[in-house]
């Protein structure tokens, strides 16, 4: 189908899209990369009555490193993170990650801000953000405020956003030198949403771990229980078998593709093999 | 009452100039308004990839824009593609291998192949196939569209 009619503006500053979704009142909906919010137009699952292109944002855009911070403006595409030799550098969990996501002609146009402001459950960038501790910078047309990302992803498409305000940057800690990284996600096709995918980053003598789960649930989760059976631990056979008995504590949720228990059991794969990655 | 807007832009390096709906997408404007039919339309949410078409240097999906956001842009359109001599070897290849039989996919494995090869990718066939997830051959020819990438990378072809 095609997408139901609406209102365009393209505006030039971030302040003036701000203004345009502060008159909206909640019918205005940004558009970024377009890769998720076409589809749904064109499905009609979305109509909003104004559609507020940031693509001629410039503020928007760019990667900055500094004072241990990596700081990703959020229109930036995911070609653009791929490319930049700073951003992987500075965050070795990227380049693992980026190729994951969906198809090079997607990642052409869709940008980071985007998909942690869709909240889609399965998609990658939100799990990222989550399981680095990362934090959003929000902005509405009276101010800024950043939420941390444990506290930002509240459900299905659902987040601490409110209408009037666009997730403006995204900002992440630099990698530790000897930080330990592991990503791995169960798809059938490469480039699909994953049924069941898993990141983890820990210290080099894994005192510290962060687990996070994506396509199980109605949100990337952290996987408390897990960390806590790994953290410390010789990271052996006994360590991830107890992680993986941990996770039962998790609430899993069904999706078209597969049943909860078929979840449970694809994020035990998913966190054993991305375990096994942390350990090489 | 349709709303629309002027937009200019180029297609295959000419300027066009046009009065569109702003609903109406990237791909559906080349086909119906500029008569650039090459571009195929599939399934109008960005899986199939029929309509890959290179905008600004980049290859996307025609049918995930709106043609109002390609306002100043630079568009080649796989007949630009032709046209310009850039996808001769790799036609050329596919007609060698047979890489084609209802050819609705081709346009779009054509241009994403094309960036696959000007990006300097090698000749893997898993990376070759990777590259091309997002493409979709209903005749289930990935074998020998592969092979003509292969091919075309190896100077195996020549137009």
């Given at each position: 189908?095609?997408?139901?009619?609406?209102?365009?503006?393209?505006?030039?500053?971030?302040?003036?899209?701000l203004?345009?979704?502060?008159?909206?009142?909640?019918?205005?909906?940004?558009?970024?990369?377009?890769?998720?919010?076409?589809p749904?137009?064109?499905?009609?699952?979305a109509?909003?009555?104004?559609?507020?292109?940031l693509?001629?944002?410039?503020?928007?855009?760019?990667?900055?490193?500094?004072?241990?911070?990596?700081?990703?403006?959020?229109?930036?595409r995911?070609?653009?993170?791929?490319?930049?030799?700073?951003l992987?550098?500075?965050?070795?969990?990227?380049?693992?990650?980026?190729?994951h996501?969906?198809h090079?002609?997607?990642?052409?146009?869709?940008?980071?801000?985007?998909?942690?402001a869709?909240?889609?459950?399965?998609?990658?960038?939100?799990?990222?953000?989550l399981v680095?501790?990362?934090?959003?910078?929000?902005q509405?047309?009276?101010?800024?405020?950043t939420?941390?990302?444990?506290?930002f992803?509240?459900?299905?498409f659902?987040?601490?956003?409110?209408?009037d305000?666009?997730?403006?940057?995204?900002?992440?800690?630099?990698?530790?030198?000897?930080?330990r990284?592991?990503?791995h996600?169960?798809?059938r096709r490469?480039?699909?949403?994953?049924?069941?995918?898993?990141m983890?980053?820990?210290?080099?003598?894994?005192?510290?771990?962060?687990?996070?789960?994506?396509?199980?649930?109605?949100?990337?989760?952290?996987?408390?229980?897990?960390?806590?059976?790994?953290?410390?631990?010789?990271?052996g056979?006994?360590?991830?078998?107890?992680?993986i008995?941990?996770?039962?504590?998790l609430?899993?949720?069904?999706?078209?593709?597969?049943?909860?228990?078929?979840k449970?059991?694809?994020a035990?794969?998913?966190?054993?093999?991305a375990?096994?990655?942390?350990?090489t | 009452?349709?709303r629309?807007?002027?937009?200019?832009?180029?297609?295959?390096?000419?300027?066009?100039?046009?009065?569109?709906?702003?609903?109406?997408?990237?791909?559906?404007f080349l086909?119906?308004?500029?008569?650039?039919?090459?571009?195929h339309?599939?399934?109008?949410q960005?899986v199939?990839?029929?309509?890959?078409?290179?905008?600004?240097?980049?290859?996307?999906?025609?049918?995930l824009?709106?043609a109002?956001?390609a306002?100043?842009?630079?568009?080649?359109?796989?007949?630009?593609?032709a046209?310009?001599?850039?996808s001769?070897?790799l036609?050329?290849?596919?007609?060698?291998?047979?890489?084609?039989?209802?050819g609705?996919?081709?346009p779009?494995m054509?241009?994403?192949?094309?960036?696959?090869?000007?990006?300097?990718?090698?000749?893997?066939?898993?990376?070759?196939?990777?590259?091309?997830?997002?493409?979709?051959?209903?005749?289930?020819?990935y074998?020998?569209?592969?092979?003509?990438?292969?091919?075309?990378?190896?100077g195996k072809?020549?137009?």
């Amino acid at each position: 189908m095609k997408a139901p009619d609406f209102d365009y503006e393209r505006p030039n500053t971030l302040a003036a899209a701000l203004a345009l979704l502060a008159d909206g009142d909640g019918a205005a909906e940004p558009l970024a990369g377009g890769q998720s919010l076409m589809p749904m137009m064109n499905f009609r699952l979305a109509a909003p009555d104004v559609l507020v292109d940031l693509n001629a944002i410039s503020e928007l855009s760019g990667i900055t490193v500094e004072d241990g911070w990596i700081r990703i403006g959020a229109t930036t595409r995911y070609c653009e993170l791929e490319a930049s030799e700073e951003l992987c550098a500075a965050m070795p969990l990227f380049p693992k990650v980026l190729p994951h996501v969906a198809h090079a002609a997607i990642r052409n146009r869709g940008t980071i801000g985007g998909s942690i402001a869709l909240a889609d459950p399965a998609a990658e960038m939100p799990a990222l953000v989550l399981v680095l501790g990362g934090e959003i910078v929000l902005q509405n047309a009276t101010g800024q405020r950043t939420v941390p990302a444990d506290d930002f992803f509240l459900g299905i498409f659902d987040t601490e956003r409110e209408p009037d305000e666009l997730v403006v940057e995204v900002r992440l800690p630099v990698a530790e030198h000897s930080q330990r990284f592991g990503f791995h996600e169960i798809v059938r096709r490469h480039g699909d949403y994953a049924m069941a995918g898993c990141m983890i980053t820990a210290s080099m003598t894994l005192d510290t771990v962060r687990i996070t789960l994506f396509g199980v649930a109605d949100r990337p989760v952290r996987a408390d229980l897990a960390e806590a059976a790994l953290a410390g631990s010789d990271g052996g056979a006994a360590a991830i078998d107890a992680a993986i008995d941990a996770l039962s504590d998790l609430e899993f949720e069904a999706d078209l593709n597969a049943a909860e228990n078929t979840k449970h059991h694809l994020a035990g794969v998913a966190l054993r093999r991305a375990w096994a990655e942390v350990l090489t | 009452m349709t709303r629309t807007t002027r937009i200019s832009l180029s297609v295959n390096g000419e300027l066009v100039s046009a009065e569109v709906p702003v609903r109406r997408n990237l791909v559906d404007f080349l086909r119906q308004d500029v008569g650039l039919t090459g571009s195929h339309v599939g399934c109008e949410q960005g899986v199939c990839g029929a309509c890959t078409l290179e905008l600004d240097g980049r290859m996307v999906r025609g049918c995930l824009m709106l043609a109002v956001q390609a306002d100043g842009a630079k568009v080649t359109t796989v007949e630009g593609l032709a046209d310009s001599g850039r996808s001769a070897d790799l036609r050329q290849a596919f007609a060698t291998r047979n890489a084609l039989q209802c050819g609705f996919c081709t346009p779009g494995m054509l241009a994403s192949a094309l960036e696959y090869i000007e990006k300097g990718g090698a000749p893997d066939r898993t990376a070759i196939r990777e590259h091309l997830s997002g493409n979709y051959c209903r005749c289930t020819g990935y074998q020998a569209i592969v092979d003509a990438v292969c091919d075309t990378i190896d100077g195996k072809v020549s137009a």
